[in-house]
T-cell receptor, first 112, second 110 residues
Framework: KAGVTQTPRYLIKTRGQQVTLSCSPI?????VSWYQQTPGQGLQFLFE???????NKGNFPGRFSGRQFSNSRSEMNVSTLELGDSALYLC???????????FGQGTRLTVV | KNEVEQSPQNLTAQEGEFITINCSYS?????LHWLQQHPGGGIVSLFM???GKKKHGRLIATINIQEKHSSLHITASHPRDSAVYIC????????????FGKGTHLIIQP
């Protein structure tokens, strides 16, 4: 069974640009969550999608958005990038709500 | 909002030693994850538990719901166990996603 796949693995963007990250969950998993990891703040919850609906959202500005498709694949978008958005972005999939989460390798975003 | 505290922040030990990492949280939870993160970023879920104790190989995780405390133990530690260990709590029925501790950076020296 393939694991959680995130693309791209590395990305360099310029301030003011926007970026889209992709996450393909484990086959059969309907829940996808996104997290941001920075050295200063550690891991923080961004949002969770379940069956194409955003279920929860963390405390991040509206520049951070996401969506989930009917095949459970998810994308997150960050608009008007700031230097502080440089981070490792991780997604995790699970079969349902409050079930074990399986993480992808992450996308390392650098904003210059 | 749940606060998740881990200790110690950093731990260096010799190969073969018994390791304990602690995690405490401020409000009731439905479950708690123990995660392992190696350099490069990838995170592996070690355990998810809501009560009692779980064991997998040399790893043991326990949780005491009343005391709002969980521990991760590594027996016969090995240099390949060197990693960051993170506990993450599911609270509020999952409404807040996972709330993470800051992590414990473990180094096992040969």
């Amino acid at each position: 069974k393939a694991g959680v796949t995130q693309t791209p693995r590395y990305l360099i963007k310029t301030r003011g640009q926007q970026v889209t990250l992709s996450c393909s969950p484990i086959s059969g998993h309907r829940s996808v969550s996104w997290y941001q990891q920075t050295p200063g703040q550690g891991l923080q919850f961004l949002f969770e999608y379940f069956s194409e609906t955003q279920r929860n959202k963390g405390n991040f500005p509206g520049r951070f958005s996401g969506r989930q498709f009917s095949n459970s694949r998810s994308e997150m978008n960050v608009s008007t990038l700031e230097l502080g958005d440089s981070a490792l972005y991780l997604c995790a999939s699970s079969s349902g709500i409050n079930t074990e989460a399986f993480f992808g390798q992450g996308t390392r975003l650098t904003v210059v | 909002k749940n606060e998740v505290e881990q200790s110690p922040q950093n731990l260096t030990a010799q190969e073969g030693e018994f390791i304990t990492i602690n995690c405490s949280y401020s409000v009731g939870i439905s479950a708690l994850h123990w995660l392992q993160q190696h350099p490069g970023g990838g995170i592996v879920s070690l355990f998810m538990l809501s009560s009692g104790k779980k064991k997998h190989g040399r790893l043991i995780a326990t949780i005491n719901i009343q005391e709002k405390h969980s521990s991760l133990h590594i027996t016969a530690s090995h240099p390949r166990d060197s990693a960051v260990y993170i506990c993450a709590a599911i609270s509020g029925g999952g409404a807040d996603g996972l709330t993470f501790g800051k992590g414990t950076h473990l180094i096992i020296q040969p």
